[in-house]
């Protein structure tokens, strides 16, 4: 049973900073690539920002680059969404995905498991 649970998120004003986690659960996932996925109210689930297997290679939304950094262990099968600078913007559910290949990737078809998502709120 393959289980991604995302924590972390949060009510955090504007200029504040939160550090979602996504724990893997019965599979190992250090060979493929991962990314972070938001859906705000009445809007369409938008990448946030992806990397490969090793994590060196990193790919972010514009709206999101120099703010957010993703990063992964692969010993401990996670992955993480450190947020600062947050915005009221990026008020959303976010959700950690896998893929079932190396690469990163912007385009949630590419995502083989998906978490079911963390609120992250953030006031002015």
């Known amino acids: 049973q393959v289980h991604l649970a995302e924590s972390g998120g949060g009510l955090v004003q504007a200029g504040g900073s939160l550090r979602l986690s996504c724990a893997a659960f019965?599979?190992?996932?250090?060979?493929?690539?991962a990314g972070w996925f938001r859906q705000a109210p009445g809007k369409e689930r938008e990448h946030v920002a992806s990397m490969d297997w090793t994590g060196v290679y990193t790919y972010y939304a514009d709206s999101v680059k120099g703010r957010f950094t993703i990063s992964r262990d692969n010993v401990k099968n996670n992955v993480y969404l450190q947020m600062n600078s947050l915005k009221p913007e990026d008020t959303a559910v976010y959700y950690c995905?896998?893929?079932?290949?190396?690469?990163?990737?912007?385009?949630?078809?590419?995502?083989?498991?998906w978490g079911q998502g963390t609120q992250v709120t953030v006031s002015s």
């Open positions: 019965g599979r190992t996932f250090s060979s493929f690539g």
């Open positions: 995905a896998m893929r079932d290949a190396k690469g990163p990737s912007a385009y949630a078809n590419d995502y083989a498991y």
